[in-house]
């Protein structure tokens, strides 16, 4: 199943360099239609159909709880360390942030998962892909984009306003509030489906990112490993799974797909921010490939321990 899941990446990654060097324009193009499928479609009816049928324990609810302590925690270093200690433009500090406090914990942690762990362990996989990173991003991520955007007419109103226009956030809540008669056993194995199927459509955004950086001379093919992309690095394969196992032995005992989510690296969802608020496209590309690269033998760890 590792095997599997490592290929679909590579395969992916290297089908998108392709179709940017084919063509520029095609390449675009399909770059923009991805992010609007996943930011438009697939995030939102995902998330609405498995947040509508989520059931939280007591125990599994504390270790979400713990996760988002967690989250938080790697964010706010992220912040202090590109403002204070790099010194970055804000756009790169709002990268930064959104590639460290968003994991991978649907398009790869869940599979993953699956591989290490077994089938019994795809529950609270899920769980903490739906309740954890899903409102992350549609949440934080979406805030953090908002705040730390560019654009010159980006004033508190308008930065309200890019926040509000938020299909995912709707679909979170509609899930949340929504009854298990809504969403019937074929739409959320549809769901699942969808989740597993957007490994590929999000990695092959990868490679056409990577490759339209590589060819304007901002990125490096493979991507260069700096300052910024090592701090993401650290902080979320390093920082975010020892924070999750030092909190579960001093608090409660967490799931073991809870420590292998917390070691996932960037998500992808962290280039569709990129693209909709103009943080810093190369820094976000480079994380979301080195992090990749390195995370299986780290889950692998934290999944043994």
């Known amino acids: 199943m590792i095997g599997l899941v490592v290929a679909v990446i590579a395969v992916s990654v290297a089908a998108g360099v392709a179709i940017e060097r084919r063509s520029r324009i095609d390449a675009r193009r399909v770059s923009r239609l991805i992010v609007r499928f996943v930011l438009w479609f697939a995030v939102p009816f995902a998330s609405f159909f ?4 989520l059931e939280l324990t007591v125990g599994v609810g504390v270790g979400l709880g713990l996760a988002y302590v967690v ?3 790697v964010g706010v270093a992220a912040y202090l360390i590109g403002s204070r200690l790099l010194r970055l433009p804000r756009p790169a500090v709002g990268a930064l942030i959104c590639c460290v406090m968003l994991s991978n914990t649907g398009f790869l942690g869940v599979p993953l998962v699956a591989a290490l762990l077994g089938p019994g362990a795809l529950g609270p996989a899920v769980a903490f892909d739906a309740a954890v990173s899903g409102p992350m991003f549609v949440v934080a991520g979406f805030l953090v984009g908002a705040a730390f955007s560019p654009r010159p007419a980006a004033s508190g109103a308008a930065r309200l306003r890019a926040f509000l226009r938020n299909p995912p ?10 009854p298990d008669a809504l969403a ?3 739409l959320l194995d549809v769901a699942h489906v969808l989740v597993y199927a957007l490994l590929p459509v999000g990695f092959l955004l990868v490679g056409i990112t990577l490759a339209t950086e590589a060819e304007d001379g901002a990125l490096g093919l493979p991507p260069r490993l700096d300052a910024p992309v090592a701090t993401v690095m650290g902080l979320r394969l390093v920082l975010a799974p020892l924070l999750m196992l030092v909190l579960s032995a001093m608090i409660v005992d967490v799931p073991d797909a809870y420590l292998v989510q917390a070691a996932m690296p960037s998500a992808i969802n962290s280039l569709v921010l ?11 590309a480079a994380a979301v490939t080195w992090t990749t690269a390195a995370a ?10």
């Open 71 to 73: 989250q938080a925690a």
């Open 184 to 186: 019937p056993d074929v």
């Open 274 to 284: 990129a693209h909709a608020y103009l943080l810093d496209l190369r820094l976000a």
């Open 50 to 53: 498995i947040v509508a049928r």
């Open 296 to 305: 299986l033998p780290i889950a692998v760890v934290a999944g043994a321990l």
């Open 169 to 178: 956030l709707y679909a979170v809540i509609a899930g949340l509030l929504a």
